[in-house]
């Protein structure tokens, strides 16, 4: 087990679209309380101080950081809390086994933490690399318009009316 104190504590969020759920758990990986907020800033907020208010928070472990959790996970990081991102649950077998919910995959996710599992950092979504970033992800797209006119424009000539099509091809 990981380092930490007897009042702390290690949250752990699964997030989706809409929600997020978090389960708390004390040093001792013994569930404190468990909360479904919004996933939004305001909802991030509630999620803060519902944690605060829990104790003293070791670190979050959230899931989807780079997809529904990105939102998540950069708020906390900037208001200067430890964010780990913790593996999406298994799909099969496992997972069979213990069954599916928000609630047991948020409290997989703090329990990653806890045991020293899940270390990864969340990518910063600032400086350069997100700049570049933003970049390539606004160049494909105008990329993948461009190609897509040409073939409409082609489609729209091809299957025009004859006059119409000896107009433009002659």
């Given amino acids: 087990m990981n380092n930490i104190a007897s009042d702390e504590i290690v949250v752990g969020v699964d997030t989706h679209k809409d929600i997020h759920v978090a389960v708390a758990l004390d040093s001792l990986g013994r569930t404190i309380s468990d909360v479904t907020v919004g996933a939004d800033p305001n909802g991030y907020k509630e999620l803060l101080e519902w944690s605060l208010a829990l104790g003293v928070i070791k670190a979050f472990g959230i899931e989807g950081c780079g997809s529904y959790g990105h939102g998540l996970a950069q708020y906390l990081k900037r208001a200067g809390y430890n964010v780990i991102e913790s593996t999406r649950?298994?799909?099969k077998g496992q997972r069979r086994l213990i069954g599916k919910s928000d609630l047991i995959?948020?409290?997989?996710?703090?329990?990653?933490v806890l045991s020293g599992k899940a270390t990864a950092t969340p990518k910063d979504s600032s400086g350069q690399v997100e700049m570049i970033r933003i970049t390539k992800i606004a160049k494909?797209?105008?990329?993948?318009?461009?190609?897509?006119?040409?073939?409409?424009?082609?489609?729209l000539i091809i299957t025009a009316n004859r006059p119409l099509f000896d107009k433009y091809t002659s």
């Fill in 105 to 112: 995959d948020a409290e997989g996710g703090a329990r990653e």
């Fill in 140 to 155: 494909d797209g105008a990329i993948k318009a461009k190609s897509q006119t040409m073939i409409t424009i082609k489609t």
């Fill in 89 to 91: 649950p298994p799909r």
